[in-house]
Nanobody, 129 residues
């Protein structure tokens, strides 16, 4: 089992940047495909970005494509979400998620909440206009 802890959230003006980190402990992150999701008040948790176990494939929701970048450092057991050109509609609690996959699926990424079995507690991102 892997434990996930997000950090890096905060208050930023529109157009600004933040970098979220997801630090993991327990089992090494190299066994996991990783994802970022977000949940705004009163709304469902939605997909933001994903990265395959081997880091070779990434994917983004249309709403963040070209502005956000997901990356991973398996040596540091950490996943990142670099967020640029932030908009007020990006305001949400951001969650990191992990899905254990075998080596045959090392290139796969996952975009649905039900595909992940491990979640962090979330970090708040607030973008002011």
């Amino acid at each position: 089992q892997v434990q996930l802890v997000e950090s890096g959230g905060g208050l930023v003006q529109a157009g600004g940047s933040l970098r979220l980190s997801c630090a993991t402990s327990g089992r090494t992150i190299s066994y996991y495909a990783m994802g970022w999701f977000r949940q705004a008040p009163g709304k469902e948790r939605v997909y933001v970005a994903a990265i395959s176990r081997n880091g070779g494939n990434t994917d983004y929701a249309d709403s963040v494509k070209g502005r956000f970048t997901i990356s991973r450092d398996n040596a540091k057991n950490t996943v990142y979400l670099q967020m640029n050109s932030l908009k007020p509609e990006d305001t949400a609690v951001y969650y990191c998620a992990a899905r254990e996959v075998d080596y045959l699926r090392a290139n796969n990424y996952y975009t649905s909440t039900f595909q992940y079995g491990n979640w962090g507690q979330g970090t708040q991102v607030t973008v002011s206009s």
